[in-house]
């Protein structure tokens, strides 16, 4: 489904039940702004606190029940062209052959509060797609890792005395902590097994999914901090859409604070469908 902005907006700060209607659970008010006397001129660590003390309000069911929404608005927009892939890889002759001509979504795996997103990983493996997680390794370095089935999934972990420094995106209350052989599964997203492919993996995606805390008009997007995926994107292929992915309260209309290395999105995707900020017609 191709939705309107402004269709979005009228449904900003709406809770959504197990069947995406209603309060939440938790009695928080429907129509309750998490970002109320926000500006630009907000640091955007008050965003995050904002977006994410919402998010807390969320139940597994409600994720799980938003993530299948999503899937299959993702789905109906690929199947309508709605999502005008771009061609991957260019100016790196092979790559698509080595991708064995199959369409390469590069995606993420979700954790906490977030919109799950194993039912949109599902649905592209089911396609036929070739899909790209992030690898995060110790968390400074952009790596990808080829998610061939679900059940490569598992949790990840960390070596004695690591820890995850800022820049993996990590919020910094996750209290990971520094023990040998310590699973950091809920502090971190599952990684598959095998390789860790280099940062210009991704060149060869047509398609970048990436998660966001809020989107404004412009497609400006509010991460978690460290500019992962800033620094990701630069080896997208410029012709190559990129999604972000957020509760539908969470499209803000006015702007966010951003700075000079920020990535726009092209879109955002929510359970209601896709909301474009510009088109690649």
Same mark, same amino acid.
């Given at each position: 489904?191709?939705?309107?902005?402004?269709?979005?907006?009228?449904?900003?700060?709406?809770?959504?039940?197990?069947?995406?209607?209603?309060?939440?659970?938790?009695?928080?008010?429907?129509?309750?702004?998490?970002?109320?006397?926000?500006?630009?001129?907000?640091?955007?660590?008050?965003?995050?606190?904002?977006?994410?003390?919402? $998010?807390?309000?969320?139940?597994?069911?409600?994720?799980? %029940?938003?993530?299948?929404?999503?899937?299959?608005?993702?789905?109906?927009?690929?199947?309508?062209?709605?999502?005008?892939?771009?061609?991957?890889?260019?100016?790196?002759?092979?790559?698509?052959? @080595?991708?064995?001509?199959?369409?390469?979504?590069?995606?993420?795996?979700?954790?906490?509060?977030?919109?799950?997103?194993?039912?949109?990983?599902?649905?592209?493996?089911?396609?036929?797609?070739?899909?790209?997680?992030? %690898?995060? &390794?110790?968390?400074?370095?952009?790596?990808? %890792?080829?998610?061939?089935?679900?059940?490569?999934?598992?949790?990840?972990?960390?070596?004695?005395? %690591?820890?995850?420094?800022?820049?993996? &995106?990590?919020?910094?209350?996750?209290?990971?902590?520094?023990?040998?052989?310590?699973?950091?599964? $809920?502090?971190?997203?599952?990684?598959?097994?095998?390789?860790?492919?280099?940062?210009?993996?991704?060149?060869?995606?047509?398609?970048?999914?990436?998660?966001?805390?809020?989107?404004?008009?412009?497609?400006?997007?509010?991460? $978690?901090?460290?500019?992962?995926?800033?620094?990701?994107?630069?080896?997208?292929?410029?012709?190559?859409?990129?999604?972000?992915?957020?509760?539908?309260?969470?499209?803000?209309?006015?702007? @966010?604070?951003?700075?000079?290395?920020?990535?726009?999105?092209?879109?955002?995707?929510?359970?209601?469908?896709?909301?474009?900020?510009?088109?690649?017609?």
């Amino acid at each position: 489904m191709d939705v309107d902005w402004d269709d979005g907006l009228a449904g900003r700060g709406a809770a959504m039940t197990a069947d995406g209607t209603g309060a939440m659970a938790d009695g928080t008010d429907a129509m309750t702004d998490p970002f109320a006397g926000l500006s630009a001129a907000s640091p955007k660590e008050t965003w995050r606190h904002a977006a994410l003390a919402r $998010r807390r309000g969320t139940s597994a069911d409600q994720r799980r %029940a938003a993530g299948e929404a999503m899937a299959r608005a993702l789905a109906e927009a690929l199947d309508s062209g709605t999502i005008a892939l771009g061609s991957g890889a260019a100016g790196l002759p092979g790559a698509r052959a @080595l991708a064995g001509g199959r369409p390469t979504a590069a995606a993420y795996v979700s954790m906490g509060t977030e919109v799950e997103t194993r039912p949109m990983l599902r649905m592209l493996l089911s396609r036929g797609w070739r899909v790209l997680v992030p %690898a995060l &390794g110790r968390g400074r370095d952009v790596g990808w %890792a080829e998610l061939t089935r679900m059940a490569a999934l598992a949790d990840v972990t960390m070596p004695a005395g %690591a820890g995850v420094p800022a820049s993996a &995106g990590i919020p910094a209350d996750a209290g990971i902590p520094a023990g040998a052989g310590t699973p950091v599964s $809920r502090r971190r997203p599952q990684e598959p097994d095998g390789p860790t492919l280099p940062a210009e993996a991704l060149a060869a995606a047509g398609l970048a999914v990436v998660p966001a805390l809020a989107v404004d008009r412009e497609g400006n997007r509010l991460g $978690r901090g460290g500019g992962w995926y800033d620094r990701a994107l630069t080896h997208l292929d410029a012709a190559a859409p990129t999604v972000a992915v957020c509760w539908p309260w969470e499209l803000v209309p006015g702007p @966010l604070p951003r700075e000079p290395h920020d990535r726009p999105a092209d879109a955002a995707l929510t359970m209601a469908g896709v909301r474009w900020f510009r088109r690649r017609d």
